[in-house]
């Protein structure tokens, strides 16, 4: 990917009982216009709680504090990019369906039939590009601000836009729990192994339990597919590159030779070990059974317990 990163959790923590929570009496506390400005400026705000926020109770302080943050982060994107608009090739696009066919060979895949159709459908579902007619209902509905935040950034780049800070994530697709945002930079040209649709996608699999599109679960089995945390973003990568080296080669020979071209371009090795990715690929495009290759590769290590009964 061309990208550094792919954010695929929202930041943002809910103190739990024993938590501090910031105190009011402690240096100057900033007022509330200064703490607005500086979460537009950085992504970031001292009170996760808003108890500083005016309202009669914390439910009512939340929405305040909530409704101010994106107003301000809307406000400021809509200013940086006030002649954006929707690209060509989005514009009457079915989203789902485009999203269905090019998921569809990473489902068949990696899961067995009695599960196809209910993952596909939840991923085709989930699939959203952000442009400027849903970038404002988008970042106003998004449950952590930082996680607004990183999408603005993402949005910000995608139409050529300053981002809100040097520091922000230089990201293309952004997963959260059961949804998949994607830059509209999508559809320009890119490297020949780069689908960060697929790649997103990916991600997915490791964010949302089996219950929640209405799979067989076990305590042992939440998660629609069981990743290793450390190898999360290697399957991601793994699972793009895969799915371009099917798209551009049928043959075993041409994938091969695909392959070869691959081991020069792999991901930035902050994200992957290099190594290990090219290896895995390397496992797939031999086999007949490759996405499955993929997917033992990246998975825990198995417990050394009894699997507990099926409970859904």
Known sequence: MAASDHVTVGRGVIPTAGTECPST????????DEEVERYVR?????NHLFLGWPGDNLGARGEHGHAALAGALIAEVRRR?????????????????????????MVRGLFPRSEQVS?????????VFLTPENIE???????????????????LASFGAEPLS?????????????????SVEYFVSSGRFEDFLVHEAAHLFHNCKRQTVGLPYTRQREWILEIAFARRETFAYTCEAY??????????????????EL??????????????????????????????????????????????????
Not at 83 to 89: F, Q, R, S
Not at 119 to 127: G, H, Y
Not at 137 to 155: E, F, K, S
Not at 243 to 260: D, N, Q, W
């Open 166 to 182: 040097d520091e922000a994530p230089q990201i293309v697709g952004l997963s959260e729990e059961t949804a998949c945002y994607v």
């Open 81 to 105: 990019t006030l002649h954006a608009a929707v690209p060509d090739a989005l514009r009457g696009l079915d989203v789902e369906a485009f999203a269905r066919a090019k998921l569809a060979p």
């Open 263 to 312: 081991e020069r371009k792999a991901p930035p090795a902050d994200q992957v070990d290099p190594a290990e990715y090219v290896d895995i690929l390397r496992e797939a495009v031999a086999a007949r059974d490759g996405w499955k290759r993929i997917l033992v590769r990246c998975a825990p290590p198995r417990r050394a317990r009894q699997a507990a009964p099926r409970i859904g």
């Open 137 to 155: 209902p988008i970042l106003r509905g998004m449950r952590w601000p930082g996680t607004a935040w990183d999408l603005a950034n993402l949005y």
């Open 119 to 127: 993952v596909l459908d939840l991923l085709a579902q989930s699939v």
């Open 25 to 32: 009496s402690s240096a100057r506390p900033r007022s509330l």
């Open 42 to 46: 950085t992504g970031e705000h001292d």
């Open 243 to 260: 799915s371009r080296i099917l798209e551009l080669r049928k043959g075993p020979a041409e994938r091969r030779a695909l392959l070869a």
